[in-house]
């Protein structure tokens, strides 16, 4: 019945359980508001509260990191590529003392420890004494007849620590300036430029150039002299990098929100911008590493970078003095130990960054 047709007989909508209880024909049954009331009852029960589990969670709180180690760890590759970093740290640091000679001379395919070497030596792969083998007479006065496998892990120490440092410089430099170029577009024509001059400039000339200033600096000051040479204009490509990332994110909703509500510009940068890239610049930061020990190769193959006679062997000065002349051609063992430890490491490096840019994905995250 209508609410106007209970109106129209006086009924009131309060009044109507009781006049439905009180018809005659509904006088054996049970009372409409009992029956309701006893569905609820049999629909719902009360099983009690508890004040101890009220504030507990399911689930462990979200923690960004460990999630990404989580992620990471999970990776057959990235464990792969882990272990051979490892390693590769472990024999540069203790390589030379677990297995160390004396430079040799071979004389009529006789190995002589602890002699100068004479013109009669001629070339000895590797054996049980010598491991990767001798440096042979091409290498120059310093190497020839020197134990390889000491040359390398000596290199590989000076060389690693070389790129490590050179690889931080650039990452802070160009993360900083490039997220400063990429917000602030009053930056960008002034970058820009720059950008452009130094790109024009060819890059062996500028080493050149700069390398016969410091010549005379460089036995108190030779690793900071390459660090500089490496480190001073190498944090543009990244810098360029992480300025085009953040130009494509700047005006979104969520930061033109903040902007709004007053967020400092530092704030922006640090909270909104960065964070959403972090999976983009490890990509490009995973290579860093190998980078500057390549670029150190490219210097030493100039003859402009580290002086040997000051005793700073690098990977890449054993490497480009290997190649010299043609005698590696007959005595490929002279490649051996050069690129037993580079390759690994540049390919480790390179796999670990992919599986560490997945892992930092938020959306391989639960």
């Not at 190649?323 to 390179?350: C, E």
């Amino acid at each position: 019945m209508s609410k106007k047709k209970l109106r129209k007989n006086g009924i009131d909508e309060e009044n109507l359980f009781s006049l439905i209880n009180d018809d005659p024909r509904l006088a054996n049954s049970v009372p409409v508001d009992e029956t309701i009331q006893t569905n609820l009852n049999d629909l719902f029960k009360v099983v009690g509260t508890s004040d101890e589990k009220i504030d507990r969670l399911e689930s462990a709180p979200y923690s960004y990191w460990r999630m990404t180690f989580n992620q990471l760890f999970k990776n057959p590759m990235a464990i792969a590529c882990i272990v051979i970093l490892f390693l590769i740290l472990f024999f540069t640091i203790f390589g030379p003392m677990i297995h160390y000679y004396a430079p040799v001379v071979i004389e009529n395919g006789v190995v002589k420890q602890g002699v100068t070497f004479t013109t009669n030596a001629g070339y000895l792969g590797p054996n049980s004494v010598n491991w990767f083998g001798v440096c042979g007479e091409n290498m120059g006065s310093w190497f020839k007849g020197t134990d390889m496998w000491s040359c390398v892990w000596d290199g590989t120490r000076l060389s690693l620590l070389l790129g490590t440092v050179v690889a931080v410089i650039q990452i802070i430099l160009g993360i900083a300036i490039g997220a400063a170029w990429g917000y602030f577009r009053w930056l960008d024509p002034i970058l820009i430029e720059f950008r452009n001059f130094v790109n024009n400039i060819p890059t062996l000339l500028l080493d050149i150039m700069l390398m016969q200033y410091f010549s005379p600096y460089m036995k108190q000051y030779g690793f900071w002299i390459i660090v500089f040479l490496l480190s001073a204009l190498g944090w543009i490509g990244l810098a360029g990098f992480v300025r085009n990332q953040i130009i494509i994110i700047r005006n979104r909703e969520y930061n033109i929100a903040s902007q709004t509500l007053g967020s400092r510009s530092i704030t922006m940068i640090n909270h909104n911008l960065l964070p959403y890239l972090v999976s983009v610049i490890v990509t490009v930061v995973s290579t860093a590493i190998p980078a500057a020990i390549s670029s150190e190769v490219g210097l030493a193959f100039f003859n402009l970078s580290f002086k040997i006679s000051d005793g700073d062997i690098t990977l890449g000065q054993v490497l480009t003095k290997a190649v010299s002349g043609y005698a590696w051609l007959d005595n490929p063992y002279l490649l051996l130990g050069p690129l037993i430890v580079m390759v690994p490491m540049t390919i480790a490096f390179f796999y670990l960054g992919l599986a560490l840019a997945d892992a930092t994905d938020p959306k391989s995250h639960r």
